[in-house]
């Protein structure tokens, strides 16, 4: 049971807290008023909470006490009261109300002393969006708090898109719009963005934050493997994980929930204990199949861990490593071919190799077969030609399996 707060009291915490908003404006102080502005972010100052609980006249306090910041201070109050009480559609209403006050008063001020505080409250915004959006949803309401988030953080990012010294903190608001897009599943948003980032004079890629960049690049990257851009998103994914701090050991297993993939599609294969270490072994048998040319292997991996490869949107670019492993097995029938016949190893019958496939128990015949064939030389997996009436592979004597070279099939 909460001990009983008299009203003398929660008015001097209320009282209190205005204060230290205000002096963290007055003096500049982008780092104390960051903090002040966290209202799911950090710790629920229960002190306040329970002062604005006990002095339910807490908005016209902060609007009389300090009248040039009333657009932002009582609806910021309303905002940390009904987060406390849980009722988080209130909470981003109200926070958003003050979210808008405070960028107003951000595009007034010339200097970017309150980076640190646009940037807290670009994340508050989108972390009380979803809080919201979820008990909307529990409550049959339309969870749209989200998209609002969304529209204001575009502002916000219009504001920073400027020349000037406030541009430097334009790639962390980017990074919390794509976090949004991707939860909506609107990630055709993020082209627009991305447009201004890489093609505006205004911005030198290099200036921006180290952190910021790394996130940038999983987003981007991540885009690009669904647009299956593979070499791009294995540029952008690599940067992610070289500069991504090796303290942060999840942030590194998100970058190669996705990087792994992007390798396996360009012929990088990667180590066991690279997936042991970061908990990804779902791609173990994956990766097993394609060094067995094993294709009931890789059909039976695809197949156990579907939801989790389709939620992550990988599942289409693993399902097209059947070619690789098609390859494989074909090398293999002509690794087999020559130790017995060396004279006549460049030439595998096709029904050698729906005999190899039957094994697998995957059921082809020598037609599918000559068709797979056809397509393993047309992706230039394999060098060579078809013998149509004898059904013979015809394999060239050099270099009859070329490998990817970090090239997409």
């Known amino acids: ?54 002095f339910p006249d807490f908005p016209r306090l902060a609007a009389d006490r300090y009248p040039h910041l009333s657009d932002l201070l009582p609806p910021l109050l309303r905002a940390i009261h009904s987060h406390s009480l849980r009722r988080f559609a209130d909470a981003y ?22 980076m640190e505080a646009m940037h807290t409250v670009a994340l508050e915004i989108r972390l009380l969006a979803e809080k919201a959006d979820r008990e909307l949803a529990t409550s049959g309401k339309n969870p ?67 952190k910021d960049k790394v996130t940038y690049m999983y987003y981007t990257g991540r885009l690009e493997v669904f647009n299956e851009n593979f070499l791009v998103a294995d540029q952008k994914l690599t940067y992610a994980l070289v500069h991504c701090n090796p303290q942060y050991e999840s942030n590194l297993r998100r970058i190669l929930k996705f990087l792994i993939p992007v390798k396996l599609s360009i012929g990088v294969l990667p180590r066991i204990t690279l997936m042991e270490r970061y908990n990804l072994l779902e791609y173990a048998d994956v990766v097993t199949s394609l060094k067995r040319g094993d294709l009931r292997l890789l059909r039976q991996a695809l197949e156990r861990h579907e ?26 029938i002509h690794i087999i071919q020559r130790q017995k016949e060396p004279a006549k190893a ?39 030609y078809f013998a149509h009436k004898s059904k013979v592979l015809v394999l060239s004597k050099q270099d009859p399996f070329p490998k990817l070279n970090g090239k997409p099939v």
């Open 1 to 54: 049971m909460a001990a009983y707060l008299s009203m003398g009291e929660a008015h001097r915490r209320i009282a209190d807290y205005l204060s230290r908003v205000a002096d963290s404006v007055s003096s500049s102080d982008g780092a104390a008023l960051a903090s002040l502005l966290a209202v799911s972010s950090a710790q629920a100052p229960a002190p306040l909470s329970d002062a604005l609980s006990a």
């Open 93 to 114: 209403s109200s926070f958003e109300k003050a979210a808008n006050a405070f960028l107003q008063e951000f595009r007034n001020w010339e200097t970017p002393w309150a």
């Open 307 to 332: 939801d989790q490869f389709l939620k992550s949107g990988v599942y289409l670019v693993l399902e097209k490593l059947e070619l690789q492993v098609y390859q494989r097995l074909v090398k293999k």
């Open 346 to 384: 460049h030439q595998i019958k096709l029904e050698v190799v729906v005999k190899a496939l039957k094994w697998l128990e995957i059921d082809m015949d020598v037609d599918e077969v000559e068709c797979i064939m056809a397509c393993l030389i047309y992706k230039n997996l394999i060098k060579g």
């Open 144 to 210: 749209d708090k989200l998209q609002s988030a969304g529209s204001f953080l575009m502002k916000v990012f219009g504001a920073l898109a400027v020349k000037g010294p406030k541009r430097i903190g334009a790639l962390y608001v980017t990074c919390q719009l794509f976090k949004i897009y991707f939860r909506l599943g609107t990630v055709h948003l993020c082209r627009s963005v991305i447009r201004s980032i890489e093609t505006a004079r205004n911005f030198d890629f290099e200036d921006f934050p180290v």
